[in-house]
Nanobody, 127 residues
């Protein structure tokens, strides 16, 4: 089972990027998916999460209104559209999946609830 993240890169402040994360080895269409990030010297932090159907989403306050999480279950892929990027968004971005119930949306932010993780993709935003 593998989660493969892609789409990172070096951009300027105000630019946009779209991250993708595709699962292989099993389907995650019935489970919540999320994005986390980790900046140098900092702990991993929650960015966004989405329910299995896509009907429920959750965002960190720092990215609300700028980032959008979505998924395509037919492609076993989750996306993170990042607009109006800021230097403080610089981090390694990780996708994650949780397959152990319950899937309360109130716990979407909790990294310990996720049992599958991608390898990460670097996003660097210059000022």
């Amino acid at each position: 089972v593998q989660l493969q993240a892609s789409g990172g890169g070096l951009v300027q402040a105000g630019d946009s990027l779209r991250l993708s994360c595709t699962a292989s080895g099993r389907t995650f269409s019935n489970f919540p998916l999320a994005w986390f990030r980790q900046a140098p010297g900092k702990e991993r932090e929650f960015v966004a999460a989405i329910s299995w159907s896509g009907s429920s989403t959750s965002y960190a306050d720092s990215v609300k209104g700028r980032f959008t999480i979505s998924r395509d279950n037919a492609k076993n892929t989750v996306y993170l559209q990042m607009n109006s990027l800021k230097p403080e968004d610089t981090a390694v971005y990780y996708c994650a999946a949780r397959t152990n119930p319950p899937y309360y949306s109130a716990t979407y932010y909790d990294a310990d609830k996720y049992n599958y993780w991608g390898q990460g993709t670097q996003v660097t935003v210059s000022s």
